[in-house]
């Protein structure tokens, strides 16, 4: 399975981004798909995550904001990000979890592969 992550780059605050995660070797559907984040000197931390079933989780941090999406044709999973702020600046990686699982959220260790990541930077 391989996860190929795209779509980071820098933007003002306020701005959008669209993350794109694409996915070979495993379906999206069926999988539980996640997008973390990184910042320098912090904890690697949620994003946004979606079961196969469609539950989707945020942080109280990007609620609003950020939207997790996946296109089953292309199995690709998306991040939108809307009104970046400059504390959304970050490493963004996505996770897939292959294996079942059928609890709404997915602690980060249970994930079995994770794409390389892209850079977020939000500056003025």
């Known amino acids: 399975v391989q996860l190929q992550a795209s779509g980071g780059g820098s933007v003002q605050p306020g701005g959008s981004l669209i993350l794109s995660c694409a996915v070979s070797?495993?379906?999206?559907?069926?999988?539980?798909m996640g997008w973390y984040r990184q910042a320098p000197g912090k904890q690697r931390e949620l994003a946004a995550s979606?079961?196969?079933?469609?539950?989707?989780d945020y942080p109280d941090s990007v609620k609003g904001r950020f939207t997790i999406a996946r296109d089953s044709a292309k199995n690709t999973v998306y991040l939108q990000m809307h009104r970046l702020k400059p504390e959304d600046t970050a490493v963004y990686y996505c996770?897939?979890?292959?294996?079942?699982?059928?609890?709404?959220?997915?602690?980060?260790?249970?994930?079995?592969?994770w794409g390389q990541g892209t850079q977020v930077t939000v500056s003025s």
């Open positions: 979606i079961t196969a079933v469609g539950f989707t």
């Open positions: 996770g897939a979890r292959t294996r079942s699982w059928s609890r709404t959220q997915l602690p980060m260790n249970e994930y079995d592969y």
């Open positions: 070797g495993s379906s999206v559907s069926r999988n539980v």
